[in-house]
């Protein structure tokens, strides 16, 4: 990674300022920071978006105004046993050949690099464009919340580029949309004594995007958790004792890691720890191919916590759907309608279920949060849902995506792919608060997002900014 090229000389500072969702007051203060050096114009709206403005070149007044967005956040994840603390630590990163990564947490390419490229544009004197306006996103990780209260007023431009894609040469035109919903169930004390308190952690899951990857089959170790916990239910007759569990960093993130503890009588304890391995066996042979790495270890711990029924527990996580619900209508391979149940938690007496649910159509997503209502509240709990945003409806006709196309296929020789995707992207909220936007999502090669094996590369970084700037340079045809 050249330090001295000004796109990875962002980057870096970027990656150098924790950013995880519902803590970007330095980000913030990072943006407004360069366009006053820059002397450009800037504003920050209730939702705590920054917009940085910069005229147009000379010769370029009269053509439409240019939007550039990305979002400020990152996922903040880390890996079992990485002790940093992402609200106040940054990203430690790595390069390795072409891939940037970050020792033992999440990097932030997605959407760091977005940042970078914008503010490298912004900053380039040299380059020739129309009137560009920086649109940079609050919280859009986990519920797309600064889109979402986005004062659309203070924007003049009708054409988008939004760069949060992670596929080079693939231009997306359509997604779905979303919401997140909370479901909180409250669990019944229970007394025992002559127990043992065990700790079981399934770990070893590739986890990843619940959007674009949820059609791969994997694993999600909250699911299992709920699959571990009716096991040892049944087969010791009620006589496992639910302590807590914490699984999952996201709700749009493929639980890759799940801490579930237990307390069974002394007596009972080998046979607990014989059905933890004979069902870790069936685990993996279940998921050979998409997720062969499964693990279930165990640690005994004779500490004395609260009880709680483990039937309880079990019964309402084994009842959640997950996954793939349905397949697109009209993209061969494409989910429709899924969900993922990202975060897992326990505290004082609630088990805490947060889901992302996608759809291409809204009529399912909301028979699918009205499924998700119909489970919680039988077992005695409550549902939240936030964070809902509109599906992105594919236009056959968009300027910008003609003009991209063309530019693209000048400088590869090839044509672009042009796709819808299951992810939820900003350009569905943003198209319903701007009457007429044309907009187009793009980005550079990235892999594993929403992970610590989160990686970035660089070349392709590079060839997406040189893109831009040479779409940039010429103006869009009316």
Known sequence: MDKDNRLFYFFEKITQIPRGSGNLEGIRKYLCQFAKENALEYVTDK?????????????????????????????????????????????????????????????????????????????????????????????EETGMYGAAGLDASLL??????????????????????????????????????????????IEGLKGGHSGQMINLGRANANMLAG?????????????????SAKGGSADNAIASLCVLKVSVPY?????????????????????E????????????????????????????LMSLPNGVISMS?????????????????????????????RSETDSRKEELLKKLKCITEM??????????????????VSPL????????KDMYKKEPKVEAIHAGLECGLLCSKIKGLDAVSIGPDMKNVHTPDERLSILSSERVYEFLKTVIGTAISK
């Open 47 to 139: 939702a705590g978006n920054v917009i940085i403005k910069k005229p147009a070149s000379q010769g370029r007044e009269q053509e439409d105004t240019l939007i550039l967005q990305g979002h400020m956040d990152m996922v903040a994840a880390v890996a079992p046993g990485c002790q940093k603390d992402m609200k106040t630590e940054a990203p430690e990163i790595f390069v390795d050949g072409d891939l940037i990564g970050a020792k033992g947490t999440t990097l932030g390419g997605d959407d760091g690099i977005a940042l970078a490229m914008v503010l490298a544009l912004l900053e380039d004197k040299e380059l020739s464009a129309p009137a560009l306006e920086a649109l940079f996103t609050a919280d």
């Open 156 to 201: 003049k431009g009708r054409h988008l580029i939004n760069i949060d894609s992670e596929d080079e040469g693939i231009f997306i035109a359509g997604c779905a949309g979303g919401a997140r919903a909370d479901c909180s169930v409250p669990l019944k004390k229970a007394e025992a004594s002559d127990l043992s308190f065990l700790e079981f952690t």
């Open 227 to 243: 699959r571990l916990l009716n096991e040892l239910d049944e087969v010791l007759e009620g006589r496992c004792y639910f302590v």
């Open 267 to 287: 007596g009972l304890k080998e046979k607990a720890l014989d059905t933890a391995k004979t069902l870790e066996g069936i685990i993996r042979n279940e998921y």
């Open 289 to 316: 191919i998409p997720d062969p790495d499964i693990k279930i270890s165990v640690k005994i711990d004779e500490e004395c916590r609260e009880l709680y029924k483990a039937g309880d527990a079990a019964h309402f």
């Open 329 to 357: 209508d009209g993209v061969p391979g494409l989910p429709g309608t899924s969900l993922n149940l990202g975060v897992l938690r326990f505290e004082n007496g609630i088990l805490s279920a947060c889901f992302s649910v």
């Open 379 to 396: 077992a005695g709990g409550k549902i939240s849902v936030a964070g809902v945003y509109p599906g992105w409806k594919f236009e056959q």
């Open 401 to 408: 995506r003609k003009h991209m196309t063309d530019v693209y």
